[in-house]
């Protein structure tokens, strides 16, 4: 096998524009692809750290379990249950609560 590697002559292989057009065609497709993981990637990881964030603050609150868990699995567009939860948060009491909230009928997504 690596005699048959070393008996291409690159140069000439390279200079040739099929050769040339495929491999900056895989070149680019490479760099797509590994560029659109990457950036899925880390948006998957800065949605789990805004959402670990966003449970720290609930609970220092006084939110439930039960609440938290609603407010973190309501609806299925991630960007606007993370938005409307951040303001639901805001909208709380300010300072720490005293008593844990009972009002489980109360959707915690109204505005």
């Not at 680019?28 to 993981?37: C, D, E, K, N």
């Not at 449970?55 to 991630?78: H, L, S, W």
């Amino acid at each position: 096998m690596r005699d048959m590697i070393a008996e291409i002559d690159w140069n000439s292989l390279l200079q040739q524009p099929d050769t040339l057009g495929m491999l900056i065609g895989l070149g680019s497709m490479t760099v797509i692809i590994l560029g659109v993981t990457i950036a899925v990637q880390w948006r998957k990881a800065q949605q789990a750290r805004y959402n670990a964030e966003l449970k720290e603050r609930m609970i220092e609150r006084g939110f439930t379990a039960e609440e938290i868990e609603r407010v973190i699995n309501a609806g299925a567009d991630q960007r606007r249950v993370g938005k409307r939860a951040s303001q639901l948060v805001e909208r709380s009491l300010p300072g720490q609560r005293e008593e844990p909230r009972r009002e489980a009928a109360k959707d915690p997504l109204s505005c």
